[in-house]
T-cell receptor, first 111, second 114 residues
């Protein structure tokens, strides 16, 4: 069985603060991929990152960084120096036998 | 087109009516997914195609839901005898190859059953 848990339903931060969005997953498969998607108010899901289960290297892309730890089955997402444009719902997803999404975290960045 | 296109963007159906939702994937994308997203929830998997083959339909909530992709390109999600609980946004996504590559999403069809 696959499961993705995003325990934080909503987070509010003040602009320029750092924020971390948590993602915990469950799967019995040894080969899988993890994803983060952003859903802005317009509604279209936008791909942010993909990691495979064999690559635990952390990744940084501009203000975004991701921390993948197999030992804790977590794939957390940090936004540094948040901006108002980061306000959106963020989804973590797991791909083993199909692409399965968590329930999302709504991030509001207050100017 | 450059992205995944879904039509109609909005659909209002009377309870009991049949509806058909269309998805045009990105040209050349082998895989196509349908998701249902209720308000304030994450996308719930419905079904998945590889070319014209429906590899997984385990997420379809009832036999009133049917999806097809007869020529391995455009897909249609059909809902028969719609009920109020079918009200949701229906998202379509396509990927170049399988479930392990990046999926590109359309803007969705918002279905409201009255």
């Amino acid at each position: 069985a696959q499961k993705v848990t995003q325990a934080q339903t909503e987070i509010s931060v003040v602009e320029k603060e750092d924020v971390t969005l948590d993602c915990v997953y469950e799967t019995r498969d040894t080969t899988y991929y993890l994803f983060w998607y952003k859903q802005p108010p317009s509604g279209e899901l936008v791909f942010l990152i993909r990691r495979n289960s064999f690559d635990e290297q952390n990744e940084i892309s501009g203000r975004y960084s991701w921390n993948f730890q197999k030992s804790t089955s977590s794939f957390n997402f940090t936004i540094t120096a948040s901006q108002v444009v980061d306000s959106a719902v963020y989804f973590c997803a797991l791909s083993a036998n199909n692409l399965f999404f968590g329930t999302g975290t709504r991030l509001t960045v207050i100017p | 087109g450059a992205g995944v296109s879904q039509s109609p963007r909005y659909k209002v159906a009377k309870r009991g009516q049949d509806v058909a939702l269309r998805c045009d994937p990105i040209s050349g994308h082998v895989s196509l997914f349908w998701y249902q997203q209720a308000l304030g929830q994450g996308p719930e998997f419905l079904t998945y195609f590889q070319n014209e083959a429906q590899l997984d339909k385990s997420g379809l909530p009832s036999d009133r839901f049917f999806a097809e992709r007869p020529e391995g390109s455009v897909s249609t999600l059909k809902i028969q005898r719609t009920q109020q609980e079918d009200s949701a946004v229906y998202l379509c996504a396509s990927s170049l190859q399988g479930i392990w590559t990046e999926a590109f999403f359309g803007q969705g069809t918002r279905l409201t059953v009255v």
